[in-house]
């Protein structure tokens, strides 16, 4: 009885303890998608699709790929060290992370310098297209930036140090700080600098990568701070003891890093082709930014739920199971993203100047990232079917292929991407007759996406899983003519609201009209049988 009455409590604890832990996680995730979102809308107000932020996105593209790598939440880094220091105790769970903060520190400075020193080269390198003055500011910006590289070692570190004792909340609330800054040095730049004179310059082409660099900053504190006070800093241990842990972090990292990298090493590509046109890396980075966040929570709600199931099944050896559950996440996953697809095609214009149009960011620009929207709306579903199926086979534990097939990626994303953009030679011109421009290297990546999907659908064979691939094709064709009796209707109405040409006009159609978009998809793909989802109503 007794024993009974402990296990119960016990399990109330750790729901109890769960439930705090997802609700800070949700709320402090939440809160950094909209401060970020908040972040976006100021830099489009006050750089546009301009000089500055093109040069910017370059200048980032090294240090942010070390902060996502190395210093960002559920990172090989972060990973690792809750893997290793989960089973310490306080103290000895101090002393392996101290020296392993040291080692790596001291190794990025070296990193960091290297970096610095040759700051123009890798500019040189990774946009060899871009202006001489892009090319300036962009170096500036990087010099700035390198201090991050370093800091951006202990913030992984102490994410996956604070997430092995149960702290959750400032891991998930941290990418905020720097959103805030940079909203922050924005506000200061329109208020007390009214004109871009000579005198100001460096400290306007600047501002982003200052505030980057402020706001990485404050998080090392930040981290130091709370890091100390659970008593995990232990600078005063003999550091001759847990070489074995410290080893199984960095032969952790090491791996775990280069698969990471693969994903990063297609957008280093579509940068380096980007750089022939004016503005496409703003333009890119605004676009990237809309079509994120609805596809991040997409992915969480419908992959993450799967996933536990995919291993129990596996473990039982229950293949048919497995099978049911993919085919229903297939469906589902289509279901949803041919939706958004249809509903960012049809209401881009409005979704782009709701958003950005204001300030630097002149009806131009809107043209502009309303076309790289578009694009980028046409591989959501694919970009979401990938994401299901290569976590299908890490949840299976069959990593081979889907790792093969990031290098095939690479290699298809250049040629895309080349021939896209019309396939220059140098000295030669065009070799292809049909150039996009910037939205030819969105297009590259639909194009990767939906040839690495057809392999990773029929190796599954090979694993024991037979998709019923026609019928899949049947059903997603009659969710794509759904998206186009509704996508039509909804033109024809948008047709009768061109007087609402304002804020409070595009808020009043993104309203109504995506509510209208969405009960007519529901409607028709329920006509045509491909809808699973049922609504209960309680009287």
Same mark, same amino acid.
């Given at each position: 009885?007794?024993?009974?009455?402990?296990?119960?409590?016990?399990?109330?604890?750790?729901?109890?303890?769960?439930?705090?832990?997802?609700?800070?996680?949700?709320?402090?995730?939440?809160?950094?998608?909209?401060?970020?979102?908040?972040?976006?809308?100021? %830099?489009?107000?006050?750089?546009?699709?301009?000089?500055?932020?093109?040069?910017?996105?370059?200048?980032?593209?090294?240090?942010?790929?070390?902060?996502?790598?190395?210093?960002?939440?559920?990172?090989?880094?972060?990973?690792?060290?809750?893997?290793?220091?989960?089973?310490?105790?306080?103290?000895?769970?101090?002393?392996?992370?101290?020296?392993?903060?040291?080692?790596?520190?001291?190794?990025?400075?070296?990193?960091?310098?290297?970096?610095?020193?040759?700051?123009?080269?890798?500019?040189? %390198?990774?946009?060899?297209?871009?202006?001489?003055?892009?090319?300036?500011?962009?170096?500036?910006?990087?010099?700035?930036?390198?201090? /991050?590289?370093?800091?951006?070692?202990?913030?992984?570190?102490?994410?996956?140090?604070?997430?092995?004792?149960?702290?959750? $909340?400032?891991?998930?609330?941290?990418?905020?700080?720097?959103?805030?800054?940079?909203?922050?040095?924005?506000?200061?730049?329109?208020?007390?600098?009214?004109?871009?004179?000579?005198?100001?310059?460096?400290?306007?082409?600047? +501002?982003?990568?200052?505030?980057?660099?402020?706001?990485?900053?404050?998080?090392?504190?930040?981290?130091?701070?709370?890091?100390?006070?659970?008593?995990?800093?232990?600078?005063?241990?003999?550091?001759?003891?847990?070489?074995?842990?410290?080893?199984?972090?960095?032969?952790?990292?090491?791996?775990?890093?280069?698969?990471?990298?693969?994903?990063?090493?297609?957008?280093?590509?579509?940068?380096?082709?980007?750089?022939?046109?004016?503005?496409?890396?703003?333009?890119?980075?605004?676009?990237?930014? +809309?079509?994120?966040?609805?596809?991040?929570?997409?992915?969480?709600?419908?992959?993450?739920?799967?996933?536990?199931?995919?291993?129990?099944?596996?473990?039982?050896?229950?293949?048919?199971?497995?099978?049911?559950?993919?085919?229903?996440?297939?469906?589902? /996953?289509?279901?949803?993203?041919?939706?958004?697809?249809?509903?960012?095609?049809?209401?881009?214009?409005?979704?782009?100047?709701?958003?950005?149009?204001?300030?630097?960011?002149?009806?131009?620009?809107?043209?502009?990232?309303?076309?790289?929207?578009?694009?980028?709306?046409?591989?959501?579903?694919?970009?979401?079917?990938?994401?299901?199926?290569?976590?299908?086979?890490?949840?299976?534990?069959?990593?081979?292929?889907?790792?093969?097939?990031?290098?095939?990626?690479?290699?298809?994303?250049?040629?895309?991407?080349?021939?896209?953009?019309?396939?220059?030679?140098?000295?030669?011109?065009?070799?292809?007759?049909?150039? $996009?421009?910037?939205?030819?290297?969105?297009?590259?990546?639909?194009?990767?996406?939906?040839?690495?999907?057809?392999?990773?659908?029929?190796?599954?064979?090979?694993?024991?899983?037979?998709?019923?691939?026609?019928?899949?094709?049947?059903?997603?064709?009659?969710?794509? +003519?759904?998206?186009? %009796?509704?996508?039509?209707? /909804?033109?024809?109405?948008?047709?009768?609201?061109?007087?609402?040409?304002?804020?409070?006009?595009?808020?009043?159609?993104?309203? $109504?009209?995506?509510?209208?978009?969405?009960?007519?998809?529901?409607?028709?793909?329920?006509?045509?049988?491909?809808?699973?989802?049922?609504?209960?109503?309680?009287?």
């Amino acid at each position: 009885m007794k024993l009974n009455l402990l296990e119960k409590f016990r399990q109330s604890h750790m729901n109890l303890f769960f439930k705090n832990n997802v609700f800070s996680i949700s709320f402090g995730t939440s809160l950094s998608k909209v401060v970020g979102c908040i972040r976006q809308i100021f %830099i489009a107000a006050a750089f546009g699709v301009g000089l500055t932020y093109d040069a910017f996105n370059y200048a980032y593209i090294i240090p942010g790929f070390l902060l996502i790598i190395i210093g960002g939440i559920n990172g090989p880094l972060h990973n690792a060290v809750v893997a290793v220091l989960t089973p310490l105790n306080k103290k000895n769970g101090g002393i392996v992370l101290t020296k392993v903060s040291i080692r790596l520190t001291i190794l990025l400075i070296f990193l960091a310098i290297l970096i610095y020193l040759n700051s123009s080269l890798l500019i040189n %390198i990774l946009a060899p297209n871009l202006s001489y003055e892009a090319k300036s500011i962009a170096t500036y910006q990087l010099r700035i930036l390198t201090p /991050c590289i370093p800091l951006s070692g202990f913030i992984g570190l102490s994410f996956g140090a604070l997430n092995s004792r149960g702290k959750f $909340f400032l891991s998930s609330i941290s990418p905020a700080i720097t959103s805030v800054i940079t909203i922050f040095f924005i506000l200061i730049n329109w208020i007390f600098i009214q004109e871009n004179t000579s005198s100001n310059f460096l400290i306007y082409t600047g +501002l982003l990568a200052y505030a980057t660099l402020t706001g990485t900053f404050i998080q090392f504190i930040l981290q130091i701070w709370e890091i100390n006070k659970i008593g995990l800093l232990k600078l005063d241990s003999t550091f001759q003891v847990f070489q074995n842990e410290e080893r199984r972090i960095f032969k952790l990292i090491i791996p775990a890093s280069i698969s990471s990298g693969l994903s990063q090493i297609n957008v280093f590509i579509d940068m380096f082709f980007a750089s022939s046109f004016q503005g496409a890396a703003s333009g890119l980075a605004y676009g990237n930014f +809309l079509i994120q966040a609805p596809l991040g929570i997409l992915s969480n709600s419908l992959i993450l739920p799967l996933l536990p199931e995919f291993s129990k099944l596996r473990n039982y050896k229950d293949n048919r199971g497995l099978q049911k559950k993919l085919i229903s996440g297939i469906e589902y /996953c289509f279901l949803t993203t041919i939706l958004l697809t249809g509903f960012f095609i049809i209401f881009n214009n409005q979704i782009v100047q709701l958003f950005f149009q204001r300030g630097a960011f002149d009806y131009a620009a809107t043209l502009k990232v309303k076309n790289i929207l578009i694009a980028y709306a046409v591989g959501i579903p694919f970009y979401l079917f990938k994401d299901l199926l290569v976590r299908t086979y890490y949840s299976i534990e069959k990593t081979k292929f889907p790792f093969q097939l990031s290098f095939a990626g690479i290699v298809l994303n250049i040629f895309f991407d080349w021939f896209f953009i019309g396939a220059p030679i140098k000295n030669v011109g065009n070799f292809s007759p049909y150039n $996009f421009g910037v939205v030819g290297i969105i297009l590259s990546s639909v194009m990767v996406n939906i040839i690495v999907c057809i392999l990773l659908s029929l190796n599954l064979r090979n694993e024991n899983i037979h998709l019923p691939n026609l019928d899949l094709m049947r059903k997603i064709i009659l969710m794509s +003519l759904a998206v186009l %009796i509704d996508s039509i209707l /909804c033109l024809n109405i948008l047709q009768n609201t061109k007087s609402l040409n304002s804020n409070s006009g595009n808020i009043l159609i993104l309203t $109504f009209g995506s509510l209208i978009f969405f009960i007519v998809y529901f409607l028709l793909t329920k006509c045509f049988r491909v809808n699973k989802f049922k609504i209960y109503l309680k009287i």
